[in-house]
């Protein structure tokens, strides 16, 4: 990306002295957000990376020397090496994420650029771009997330000393709540035009749900605001992705356990109905315009495709 991350003076590895502890995670820290996390790491020690994400490598360095007690502590959050050939599962995982962070990444650049100083993350868990984008120093990012989740990151960021580079706000609520009274209570100003980031969870909505988060996106947009998020035009299933033993079977399928319905609507029509002109690519076009292999879950003309779909836009 060509963006540096502001770092402070450190020692080497400074987590791993928390590491061996051996303290067990905090409850309330979601196995999809550190999978999330870990697929970044993944991408940022790529030799090709399209980003450098210090704040994931440190979340999986710190997680690796914790005791898990999530729900889903048996199923782990990535390979078990992070270099070298990956199995078709993993290589879809750190694909998919990696290319779809770099691609929200481009869109608050844009937004930056465009003069847009407002940045709200829906569900945030472990997004580190008030980090590592280098955003003006007059951009505030908003990460709305549940308050253990937002402890959590804190003191990863803590202590591996990342500083933003603008303001950073963590917002804390759940979004079954009134998060919208939340986030204006931060200091947010529904006035202001802004850049939303819906990454990562439209997937796990019900279409009802669904609306009710866009109605209220729509509701705090000042004219000349931007939105970014994804959809899967059909639920995918656990066969769509070669396993090579019962681990990598059971993550797939875990996955898979998480996934509703969605909106009701295609993306482009959905968009619309809310006030939003959209421009709608594919997570195949995204990956392929990297140069890379574009995993066989999202390729066209299987007997039952599934094309993820990645949408921002501009309200009218």
Avoid: C, N
Avoid at 5 to 25: N, Y
Avoid at 134 to 150: C, K, M, N, R, S
Avoid at 215 to 239: C, K, N
């Amino acid at each position: 990306m060509g963006r540096r991350v502001q770092q402070r003076e450190v020692r080497q590895d400074p987590l791993r002295e928390t590491g061996r502890a051996r303290k067990s995670l905090p409850s309330g820290i979601g196995w999809t957000g550190l999978l999330t996390a870990h697929m970044r790491a993944v991408e940022s020690r790529r030799k090709d990376r399209l980003f450098d994400d210090p704040l994931a490598v440190a979340t999986v360095d710190l997680v690796h020397g914790t005791i898990r007690t999530d729900p889903d502590a048996a199923l782990p959050t990535g390979p078990d090496r992070d270099s070298g050939d990956l199995t078709e599962a993993w290589y879809m995982l750190a694909t998919y994420l990696g290319v779809r962070t770099r691609f929200y990444d481009e869109r608050v650049l844009a937004a930056a650029a465009a003069g847009i100083r407002q940045v709200v993350i829906v569900a945030a868990g472990f997004d580190s771009r008030a980090v590592r984008l280098g955003l003006p120093a007059d951009t505030t990012v908003y990460e709305v997330d549940t308050e253990p989740v937002l402890r959590f990151k804190e003191a990863v960021m803590d202590a591996a000393r990342l500083a933003p580079s603008g303001g950073r706000r963590p917002v804390a609520a759940d979004l079954r709540g009134p998060w919208a009274e939340a986030l204006t209570a931060s200091g947010f100003d529904p006035l202001r035009p802004t850049m939303w980031l819906i990454e990562g969870l439209s997937m796990y909505l019900s279409p009802e749900d669904s609306d009710r988060l866009l109605d209220t996106v729509t509701r705090l947009s000042a004219h000349g605001s931007r939105l970014a998020l994804e959809y899967f035009d059909s639920t995918p299933r656990q066969d769509d992705v070669a396993t090579v033993d019962e681990t990598e079977s059971a993550v797939i399928g875990r996955i898979v356990s998480f996934f509703q319905d969605g909106p009701a609507l295609r993306p482009a029509p959905w968009l619309e109905a809310h006030g939003w002109e959209p421009d709608v690519t594919t997570i195949a076009d995204e990956i392929a315009s990297h140069g890379r292999d574009v995993p066989p879950m999202f390729q066209r003309g299987r007997p039952r495709e599934i094309t993820l779909w990645l949408a921002h836009g501009r309200l009218r």
